[in-house]
């Protein structure tokens, strides 16, 4: 954590200077009123009463005030800079980690989870450090502060403090111990929270298209009710620590009452210091109050600091290879890969397969054969687990992945949109593509007639995710986006699902014509979709059935002739005859 306070550590040292000011004017005030009492009331040493005394101390203690109050806010002003800075760094650095993670780490966390550690964890984790800087500081100096002072004042009231504090360390002590695994219980029932709110909202048409709702709320009461339980429990061990805290301080004030007014009726000592050292007895039993509350801040921020270190510092399953990738034809090629998402459940078993420049191949097979985990490999969204996969004759391990994936053009299998406009929407694929450009390959993937039907046209906003298009629209400019991408490499992974078959002919055309010697990789599902490439890859049980055109695999796949008579029927199968 030193690593993000030490940026804005002159803004901390600077909160720090000026609330030791502020404790400073705020212990004067005890010690001046205890000379108006005794000087200016009282008259003791003076003879009588004296306003003069009287004013010129209150003029003192009023300055001392003022110049506490500048102090006062001062600190926050720093105190808020040097945590706010602190925080936004942790954040940014939380979300740089989340995006170079991999799939499969990413996967494992829960979304649910990594929406807690950036938010929710690393507002805890602001406000434990302004709270230690500001807080801490202040109730630190006002304890040993008013314990100098009363010891300045008598001995006996100094004896009073040294038997208090202890007493009042062990109590916080055994309390925090208690509760430091409640925090991190806590921050895992927001997580839980947060998945279910994640999941729900994304598929809130799911929900009400299959009368859930009622489901939904018990889910969700369910967690709530455990995240519930969770701060109740923190909340009674915090309730058993501030009457016993009360009773030590309450016992103190009593008896420094009893042994000052023995005092003071023996003549050891004026009253006006029995009213300081009062003064101070509750100044400390206003610090130890503030404390108790800050060790609870300080104690869940640990916790979320805690959850947060563990995210920080993850390495990325995926690594950085060594080169850039130099400009190539496409070539890919699968040398004996086999891959698993979990030890000892393999989807992919040896596959080797080439794919060379310019060709379109077309990957087919029946659902959970491992088509989309097979292209997954090329950019390295995933690893393989045995074997390689070469781009252009090397291993894509040894490229950069930016490098890598900047070669690659992806229409992936669900449409990813955000929101932003249809422009900018197809502006994902390359940046510094001209509007020109963007309305060509809106046209090339049959989006353009749609978008031009829109109130604004290509500055017409997209809904969150999409919502406000269709899904074959949503599939389109998807599409757009890749074909804007100049690119060797195209994948589209079932990118045309929701399109007609007239559309996705005339698309299929359009991509012919725009993609010559363009390596072209499709996942298809619909064998009108896949006739017409150069070779259709037929997989099954995650290895590779057959290989060949269309036209080989009728005559030589008994699977490919099935799914094409399920398909496209005897009838079609005579007219193509």
């Known amino acids: 954590m030193f690593f ?18 502020e ?7 005890p010690k001046l009123m205890s000379r108006i009492v005794d000087e200016g009331v009282m008259g003791l040493g003076t003879g009588g009463s004296d306003m003069g005394i009287i004013a010129y101390l209150g003029l003192w203690m009023l300055g001392c005030v003022v110049l506490g109050c500048f102090c006062g806010s001062m600190n926050t002003v720093f105190v808020n800079l040097a945590g706010q800075h602190a925080g936004n760094e942790i954040r940014k650095d939380c979300f740089a980690r989340i995006l170079s993670l991999s799939f499969s780490q990413v996967d494992a966390a829960g979304t649910g989870t990594l929406i807690t550690r950036v938010t929710n964890d690393v507002t805890q984790v602001e406000n434990m450090l302004s709270q230690f800087i500001r807080g801490l500081v202040r109730t630190s100096c006002l304890l ?5 002072f009363m010891y300045q004042l008598h001995h006996a009231f100094g004896l009073l403090i040294v038997i208090a504090l202890p007493l009042l360390v062990l109590i916080m002590g055994i309390i925090l111990r208690l509760t430091n695994r409640s925090f991190l219980a806590l921050q895992a029932g927001l997580d839980a929270i947060n998945r279910i709110l994640s999941e729900d909202i994304a598929g809130i048409r799911i929900i009400k298209a299959c009368v859930r709702e009622a489901y939904e709320k018990r889910r969700f009461g369910r967690a709530n009710g455990a995240l519930l339980a969770t701060q109740l429990h923190v909340l009674v061990l915090f309730a058993l620590m501030n009457p016993l805290v009360n009773l030590v301080m309450g016992t103190l004030v009593v008896l420094v009452l009893w042994q000052g007014g023995q005092m003071a009726a023996a003549g050891m000592i004026r009253p006006g210091l029995v009213i300081a050292a009062i003064s101070y007895t509750t100044t400390m039993l206003m610090g130890v109050m503030m404390l108790v509350m800050l060790f609870q801040t300080i104690s869940r921020g640990l916790a979320s600091w805690k959850r947060l270190r563990t995210l920080l510092q993850m390495e990325p399953a995926i690594r950085d290879g060594a080169h850039d990738v130099p400009p190539g034809r496409g070539e890919v090629c699968f040398e004996h890969v086999s891959f698993g998402y979990h030890a000892g459940q393999e989807i992919l078993h040896d596959i080797n397969l080439v794919i060379h420049p310019g060709e379109h191949v077309a990957i087919m097979g029946a659902t959970g054969t491992g088509k989309t985990t097979l292209l997954s490999l090329i950019p390295r969204f995933y690893e393989v687990t045995e074997g390689r996969v070469l781009v252009d004759g090397v291993d894509v391990r040894d490229y950069r992945l930016s490098s890598l994936r900047g070669r690659i053009a992806f229409g992936l299998q669900r449409s990813e949109l955000f929101t932003a406009t249809m422009a900018e929407n197809i502006r994902w694929g390359q940046e510094d593509a001209s509007l020109d450009e963007v309305r060509h390959a809106a046209a090339i993937a049959q989006a353009e007639a749609f978008i031009r039907r829109q109130p604004h046209g290509f500055d017409a906003m997209v809904a969150e995710r999409g919502t406000s298009l269709s899904g074959g629209q949503k599939q389109r400019l998807a599409i757009a986006r890749a ?8 994948i589209f992974d079932d990118s045309t699902s929701a399109l007609d078959l007239r559309t996705e002919a005339r698309l299929c055309e359009a991509l012919d014509r725009e993609d010559a010697g363009v390596t072209r990789i499709t996942v298809a599902q619909r064998i009108a979709s896949a006739r017409h490439a150069d070779r259709i890859v037929l997989l099954e049980h995650g290895r590779i059935a057959a290989d060949g055109t269309h036209e ?11 799914l094409y008579d399920s398909q496209l029927g005897e009838e079609a199968k005579d007219h193509e005859g």
């Open 552 to 562: 080989e695999l009728l005559q030589t796949s008994a699977l490919y002739r099935s």
């Open 23 to 29: 404790v400073c004017m705020d212990l004067m005030q």
């Open 4 to 21: 993000y306070i030490r940026r804005y550590l002159l803004w901390g040292l600077l909160a720090v200077a000026f609330m030791c000011g």
């Open 144 to 148: 040993v502060g008013s314990a100098f």
């Open 483 to 490: 074909v804007l991408r100049r690119a060797e490499i195209r």
